[in-house]
């Protein structure tokens, strides 16, 4: 990481609160219920689950699961191999650097809402090449390739990447039948929506941090996909913005859990009864901390609007269809570098008179 300059420094409301409040964990989600049958399954078990989720979501829109069925191994080795990579010379690491007109593989400098985060990151899209637009202007058609670069070293780096995301892959899908049952869907309503999906994987490491009172891992932000997927090490750092009262709630790391969160995507589509959440993740001043998000995208050709099923005359529609496709390469645009214009969010499509 360079010198330690302004650009990392957030505004006096968002830096870290030196005391985190202690409050209860978020909701922790036994998923073995579907490991055993599928989702089509209307046994007790099943039915109690999906009213477990519905609540997680609507109260917090994040929860942990357990018994999710990825294999141990694939976790360990990902976590081995991120851990190898990150710790190498920054010139080795700068090989494999991304760029505007490529921009899969790593990156040091990233900002979020206009400062920069205490983090390095590697990412890579889980369909190797992955279609998106070419630009962010409504009108241009053209569409690019998103290919991925993997590094030489350390070896076995892109085949424990490559297994990981097909387990994560398989648990979005079991969590995203789970998701539509609790709004009260059939269970495979919105699996056709990701038939070319834009799912990407990003390796997070956030090192020791000597401003980390004035600093943040990532800066506060919502992930503007359908569903997140997240392995956090033993260290902590992230927090979650309560919905009850606005307080940042830190998130105990619970050892072979992942921590699920619903994207702005889930919110349009369930009309506002989920709501994606505020996220952060402090930086450490006495320990490096790594995490790897999963965020399941759709195909970049839908268009996200509220479902049918979930609007009538009592709960009118909230928001103005929008493309994913030329969402995701706007908001990526501000991602590169320091912009003056406030970054593309949900809201701007909400229909403000209801
Ligand atoms: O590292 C974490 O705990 C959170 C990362 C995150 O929120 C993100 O990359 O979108
Ligand atoms: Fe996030």
């Known amino acids: 990481m360079g010198e330690v300059d302004e650009s990392f420094f957030q505004e006096t409301e968002h830096r870290p609160k030196l005391s985190t409040i202690e409050a209860e964990n978020i909701p922790l989600i036994d998923l073995s219920p579907v490991l055993t049958s599928d989702t089509s399954n209307t046994s007790l078990a099943i039915t109690n689950l999906v009213a ?14 357990i018994n999710h069925g990825v294999p141990a191994t694939c976790r360990e080795n990902i976590e081995k191999a991120s851990r190898e990579f990150f710790l190498q010379p920054t010139e080795e690491k700068r090989k494999v650097s991304r760029d505007e007109d490529s921009p ?29 637009p070419a630009s962010h202007e409504p009108g241009d ?38 998701i539509a049952l609790s709004l009260g ?13 834009t799912s990407s994987m990003r390796l997070n490491y956030y090192p020791v941090c000597p401003i980390h009172h004035l600093a943040l891992g990532v800066g506060r932000h919502k992930d503007s996909g359908a569903l997140t997927v997240l392995a956090q090490d033993d260290v902590g750092g992230l927090e979650v913005k309560r919905k009850t009262d606005g307080e940042w709630i830190q998130v105990k790391p619970t050892p072979d859990a992942y921590l699920i969160n619903v994207g702005d995507i889930v919110q349009v589509w369930s009309n506002d009864r989920y709501e994606s959440v505020e996220h952060r993740a402090v930086a450490s001043s006495k320990k490096e901390r790594f995490s790897i998000p999963f965020f399941f995208n759709p195909s970049h050709y839908v268009m996200v609007e509220p479902l049918e099923e979930l609007t009538s005359e009592e709960s009118p529609v909230k928001y103005k269809a929008y493309n ?30 209801l």
């Open 185 to 197: 869907l059939s269970s495979k309503r919105l699996n056709s929506c990701f038939k070319d999906q």
């Open 141 to 178: 058609m053209e569409l690019k390739e998103l290919v991925n670069k993997w590094p030489q070293f350390p070896t076995g780096f892109r085949e424990a990447c490559e297994e990981y995301a097909r387990g994560i892959e398989k648990l979005s899908y079991k969590l995203l039948e789970l």
């Open 104 to 132: 899969m593989g790593f990156y040091d400098t990233e900002h979020t809402k206009n400062v920069r985060d205490w983090k390095e990151v590697f990412d890579f899209v889980v369909e190797n090449p992955t279609m998106l």
């Open 324 to 353: 994913w496709g030329k969402f995701n390469t706007t908001r990526n645009l501000s991602n590169f570098k320091k912009l003056n214009v406030e970054n593309i969010q949900i809201y701007h499509f909400r229909i403000h008179d």
């Open 52 to 65: 477990e989720i519905g609540d997680a979501c609507r109260n917090w829109g994040f929860f942990q699961v």
